[in-house]
Each structure stands twice: as C-alpha cells, then as structure tokens.
C-alpha cells in the first residue's frame, strides 16, 4: 500500500542550509537539488529510488514527491512505520535506508520468521538470499530453501502462520479434540498422603480456571456434597480453603479423598494445562478417562491416556494432540459421552 502526494522536500531545520548548493551529506549518503527537485545519493555512488530514506520518499524517478515525515514507531505489540499524516506501511515488502523489510495486514514489521519463501532475522532486515518452497514427499510435507535449509524439531513462522516441524523436518500434524458445546464433564480427582502436598496447588489451579471468580459448585468429596467456591483465585470448600481442607482431610497413609465435580466440557482441557504447570502427582479422570503424568514444558501439555504418552498444546479451549490420535480408546470414550465434537480433524497448523 502506497500512499499518494505531492510535496517539497525542503525540512525547516535544513531549509536555509539546503538553500546555498546543491548537495547536503546525510548519514547513508547525500541530499542533492537539481531542476526537478530533491533526490538521494547512496555511498556506493547509486541513487534510491521507490524506498525511503531518513524518513523521506523517493518515487520510481528518484524524487522527493512526499512531504511527510515517517520514523519507526513501537507499541505493546510489536514496530511499525508511519509518517506524520497517519500513513503506515502494511502487508508490503519495503526497503528503509537501505535494507528490506516486510509489514503485516496490520502493519506491523514482521521478524524471525517466513514471508513469501524468504527469512527475515531478528530485527526485521531480509539478508537471506536463498528462497524457500514447500515440498512434499512420500513422509510428508516439508519447507525447504535453494541452499538445501530445512527448519527441524523447531516451530517457526510462515506467512503469519506458526507451524511445527519435527526432528527430521517434517511437518507435524494434529488431531483437533473440541469440546462439544454445552455439554458437561464429570472431573474426579484422587487426593493421597504422599501426594497432598502438592495436590491442593494443582487442583487449585484447575478448579479456579473451570468455576468463574465468585461462582459456587457442588463438589461432591467421598460422595458427600460439598459447597465450592472461587474467591477472587482463592478456592474454598465450605468456607475453607483448598488446601487446609485437604490437609485436614488427608491424615494417614492409608486415607484416599476422592473429589467429584461436574463441568462444562469447554473448560476441561485449558484447565488441565494450567493445573499441569508443575505437574500432577496423581491421576485425573474425566468422564471415566484417566489422565496421568501430565506436565506442561516450554508451553507443550504431555499426559498419558490408556497407557500412552501424548503431546498436545490448548487453543481456545480445544485440544491439539500431536499425530493421529482419532481412533485412541480416551478419545472414542468422549465421543460416547458427548463431551467432545465426533468430527476430530488432522490439521497442519494450530
């Protein structure tokens, strides 16, 4: 996107300097005035054209045409570039005092990642010269440049789209587990001696993302109903909290508390991630499905379920399993109880 204007390039503060020759030395280069008006000079010798330069554009010809000034500019999300009408760059490849760089829809420049087959580093320049293509063989789909570079067990960015690729470059696929709207879940947790150190942190968690701030739930503890309540973070269960009750409860070594709570099922799996944050010491069961040995590490969710290990990462409430887990009896078991969605889709990207 190109705005368009007429203007001089004559600054206030360059004005009078300007004005007695015809050439000014600018930090890249030099300014220089002839019967046409304004144009840029690099130091190789070669002039700019259709890019900016110290805040100024240069048309196809090579001219100032533009009067405002634009800078680079940052906010909480990220650098973009904009001139003093408002204009700013967005979804172009620009050139910028001589290097390249690429803004999103937004308008925001794009960096340590692909756009259009090419790698932009760290601080938004394209220095790379080699162009990248997806491939696809008989494993699987792959992203390759003409220098023979893949991305491996690393997830990068592609035309503002994240995607994973695994320890030998190919992408990695996902089974999409989603909620299924308005149904519930029954969550049953196991509390022990050995582990109720820890199991009132994780439980807390869990139970504080799935009952909203001031909410009350029954929680059924031993069979027996139980007032649930979210105060400001804080659980309680009968006016006190998670983890004193658990404390008292638990006594002997020989003493299981088991914990029963029904849910919306759209809550289940972002709060089993957060609960996982230092990881679970006991089992969790949903709706008969026992998760065990569930863990979250540089934002991944493992977990075994009948016996076997899974990575998966929750988006929007839905669960992204890596590889093809449609047919695994814990998902089939949700989708009898009517707590997931019977369509569970491979996907390429989260």
């Known amino acids: 996107m190109r705005k368009k204007g007429l203007g001089v390039f004559v600054s206030a503060v360059a004005a009078a300097v300007l004005a007695s020759g015809i050439g000014v030395d600018a930090k890249g280069g030099t300014w220089i005035k002839d019967d046409y008006g304004w144009w840029y000079q690099?130091?190789?010798?070669?002039?700019?054209?259709?890019?900016?330069?110290?805040?100024?554009?240069?048309?196809?010809?090579?001219?100032?045409?533009?009067?405002?000034y634009a800078e680079w500019k940052q906010d909480a999300i990220g650098w973009y570039y904009q001139d003093s009408s408002g204009w700013y760059e967005q979804n172009n490849?620009?050139?910028?005092?001589?290097?390249?760089?690429?803004?999103?829809?937004?308008?925001?420049?794009?960096?340590?990642?692909?756009?259009?087959?090419?790698?932009?580093?760290?601080?938004?320049t394209w220095t790379y010269a080699p162009k990248a293509s997806w491939v696809k063989d008989g494993t699987g789909w792959y992203y390759i440049d003409t220098a023979g570079y893949y991305p491996a067990n690393t997830t990068v960015k592609i035309d503002e789209v994240w995607y994973t690729f695994d320890e030998n470059g190919y992408l990695e696929e996902y089974t999409v587990?989603?909620?299924?709207?308005?149904?519930?879940?029954?969550?049953?947790?196991?509390?022990?001696?050995?582990?109720?150190?820890?199991?009132?942190?994780?439980?807390?968690?869990?139970?504080?993302?799935?009952?909203a701030n001031g909410a009350k739930k029954t929680v059924k503890v031993d069979g027996e109903n139980k007032t649930l309540e979210n105060k400001n973070g804080t659980i309680y269960i009968d006016d006190e909290t998670l983890d004193s009750y658990v404390t008292n409860k638990v006594k002997s070594t020989e003493t299981t508390v088991t914990f029963e709570i029904d849910t919306n099922a759209?809550?289940?799996?972002?709060?089993?991630?957060?609960?996982?944050?230092?990881?679970?010491?006991?089992?969790?069961?949903?709706?008969g499905v026992t998760f065990n040995?569930?863990?979250?590490?540089?934002?991944?969710?493992?977990?075994?379920?009948?016996?076997?290990?899974?990575?998966?990462?929750?988006?929007?409430?839905?669960?992204?399993?890596?590889?093809?887990?449609?047919?695994?009896?814990?998902?089939?078991?949700?989708?009898?109880a009517g707590i997931i969605e019977s369509s569970t889709p491979i996907v390429d990207h989260k």
């Open 177 to 211: 587990i989603s909620p299924k709207q308005g149904s519930t879940a029954e969550v049953d947790f196991e509390v022990t001696n050995d582990n109720k150190s820890t199991a009132a942190k994780n439980m807390s968690s869990m139970l504080g993302a799935i009952t």
């Open 93 to 124: 490849w620009e050139y910028i005092d001589d290097s390249c760089y690429h803004f999103d829809s937004k308008g925001y420049m794009c960096a340590s990642e692909y756009v259009d087959g090419w790698w932009l580093n760290a601080d938004g």
């Open 266 to 287: 759209k809550n289940i799996f972002s709060g089993i991630k957060l609960a996982g944050s230092s990881s679970y010491t006991y089992d969790v069961t949903v709706n």
């Open 293 to 336: 040995d569930i863990r979250v590490s540089d934002g991944w969710l493992t977990f075994k379920a009948d016996g076997k290990s899974y990575k998966a990462d929750v988006v929007d409430g839905s669960l992204y399993v890596k590889g093809n887990a449609q047919n695994a009896n814990w998902v089939s078991a949700f989708k009898n």
């Open 42 to 68: 690099k130091a190789d010798g070669s002039y700019a054209c259709s890019e900016w330069e110290e805040g100024y554009w240069l048309d196809a010809a090579g001219y100032n045409s533009y009067a405002p």
